[in-house]
């Protein structure tokens, strides 16, 4: 148990990368199925990426497939999210979530606060 907390956003222009972190206070992320969300103004929230704790399996919409990478590193405790060539249309606050359960496609028990990314030129 413990609070979910992002890193990494910031203003870039388009085709630009970003590497979004995703820590857990006063735990650890290794045994938790973790996804990242994100919400523009007007739209509904939507999950762009998902990596199970038992195999390590990943889950990505059309969305981001091909341009966005979720992995996890257990040393640092921390779950990523990489993102390359980034659109104007990615700009929306992300969110990282986790479960107990050991596959995506779940509900999520932890939030974290949110990081926001914008692109613009």
């Known amino acids: 148990q413990g609070q979910l907390v992002e890193s990494g956003g910031g203003l870039v222009q388009p085709g630009d990368s970003l590497r979004l972190s995703c820590t857990a206070s006063?735990?650890?992320?290794?045994?938790?199925?973790v996804g990242w969300f994100r919400q523009a103004p007007g739209k509904e929230r939507e999950e762009i990426a998902c990596?199970?704790?038992?195999?390590?399996?990943?889950y990505y919409p059309d969305s981001v497939e091909g341009r966005f990478t979720i992995s996890r590193d257990n040393a640092k405790h921390t779950v990523y999210l990489q993102m390359n060539s980034l659109k104007p249309e990615d700009t929306a606050l992300y969110y990282c979530a986790a479960e107990e359960d050991p596959d995506c496609g779940y509900e999520y028990t932890y939030w974290g606060q949110g990081t926001q990314v914008t692109v613009s030129s």
């Open positions: 006063g735990d650890t992320l290794d045994d938790y199925t």
């Open positions: 990596i199970s704790q038992t195999d390590g399996s990943t």
